[in-house]
């Protein structure tokens, strides 16, 4: 880095990091905003850019993201039709003035090198009294220009999952009516709603977020066919945070009530990842059989198979856990089910392949032996009861 000593650009922490420090929570990442620098200095000093059109950068060594001060104007429908502009003559209010959420509208003149202390608290810059906010609790918009972004009602809906004692402020919602009007909503991309959907799923009260697009009638006008929501469910989806891949089994719940048919053509349609097209499929598919006892150990190995087998292990608990909460199942057939891949999963395969071939079961003759020996072992499971 190759910065002069005596340039008058300033460096400010802003964003969620000092949302989070204000509010007295750990620090996930770190955003900076240079005021007084130029596209081609922040080059010349080595910073990366990793965007196209908007003047954000990575610093080469810590990546951590620096931003230019810009000003914006709406030309176009959706979440590209801005006009940025960015040189040394922004200020930081101007930068400010154009964040979503006044909670996400502070910054503090610190050096990168210099830890966040308690003293930084008095010297936090927070035009738009965004602390006040924190405390009160209250999601609220900067200006009227709230509206101009689609995405920031997505936004919106996420900070209210993200921060599960806040309430939106009036004249927020009726911003957020105004672009569900709008039809902005239709105009953005896919790939752009799975991104914050994506962050609510992450979320430990993603229900929040899901209910908050309903209420509001964002859903109904991003993604139609979801707005039908089975309420218990939804109720089950925050008690798989802390699984192993919960985002994928939270997202087969939401998806639940989509009719098998029309599964993964809505999801191709909306750009859904693969991975979570691949385990809603193995919900839909498999939820009604796994809400009653198994009619045979073969039907057990079957399922347990399509829904993963050994390779997927924590996938077909996730598929087992996803059929209770939908369909809350029969006495004792989540257990039995749960007892029964269990003994599957706890088989020593490597022992078991090379008794195969040294009993000659070689090529295509294998896999035959190795499931006769799983449907033993799940029988004698079951005549030891």
């Not at 007084?36 to 908007?54: E, T």
């Not at 035009?127 to 918009?141: E, F, M, N, Q, T």
């Not at 599957?344 to 392949?353: F, G």
Request: charged share 20%; aromatic share 10%; hydrophobic share 40%.
């Amino acid at each position: 880095m190759n910065i002069p000593q005596n340039h008058t650009m300033k460096t400010y922490l802003v964003g969620g990091a000092i949302r989070d420090f204000v509010f007295n929570r750990s620090i996930a990442e770190k955003d900076w905003l240079v005021v007084g620098a130029s596209v081609q200095q922040m080059l010349d000093w080595g910073f990366i850019p990793v965007k196209q059109h908007i003047p954000v950068f990575r610093h080469p060594k810590t990546q951590e993201v620096y931003a230019l001060a810009r000003t914006e104007r709406k030309i176009a429908a959706g979440y590209h039709g801005f006009e940025f502009i960015a040189n040394p003559t922004v200020t930081l209010e101007e930068d400010l003035a154009r964040r979503d959420l006044t909670i996400n509208a502070m910054a503090l003149e610190i050096s990168p090198h210099e830890p966040l202390q308690e003293k930084h608290l008095t010297q936090i810059i927070d035009p738009y009294k965004g602390s006040h906010d924190l405390s009160a609790k209250i999601l609220r918009h900067i200006s009227s220009t709230f509206q101009e972004d689609p995405l920031r009602v997505l936004r919106l809906a996420r900070f209210y999952g993200k921060l599960p004692d806040f309430t939106i402020a009036p004249d927020t919602l009726e911003l957020v009516q105004r672009v569900v009007d709008s039809h902005e909503l239709e105009a953005l991309a896919p790939e752009r709603v799975w991104v914050e959907i994506y962050k609510g799923l992450k979320l430990t009260h993603t229900s929040r977020m899901w209910l908050c697009l309903e209420k509001y009638n964002i859903l109904k006008k991003i993604w139609p066919e979801f707005t039908t929501l089975l309420v218990p469910s939804l109720s089950m989806v925050d008690k798989l945070h802390l699984q192993n891949n919960s985002c994928y089994l939270k997202w087969a719940i939401l998806a639940s009530h989509l009719p098998p048919e029309l599964l993964s053509s809505q999801m191709l349609d909306h750009k859904i990842p693969q991975k979570f097209q691949y385990v809603a499929d193995k919900v839909a598919r498999f939820r009604q059989i796994l809400w009653r006892l198994p009619t045979s150990m073969e039907e057990v190995l079957d399922t347990w198979n399509a829904c993963g087998g050994l390779r997927q292990a924590d996938l077909v608990q996730g598929v087992l856990d996803c059929a209770q909460a939908i369909n809350r199942p029969s006495s004792g057939a989540y257990a039995h089910w749960q007892t029964l891949w269990h003994i599957l999963q706890n088989i020593n395969y490597q022992s078991l392949v090379q008794e195969g071939l040294e009993l000659g079961y070689v090529g295509k003759d294998l896999p035959p032996f190795i499931r006769q020996k799983q449907l033993q072992a799940l029988l004698g499971s079951t005549r030891g009861r």
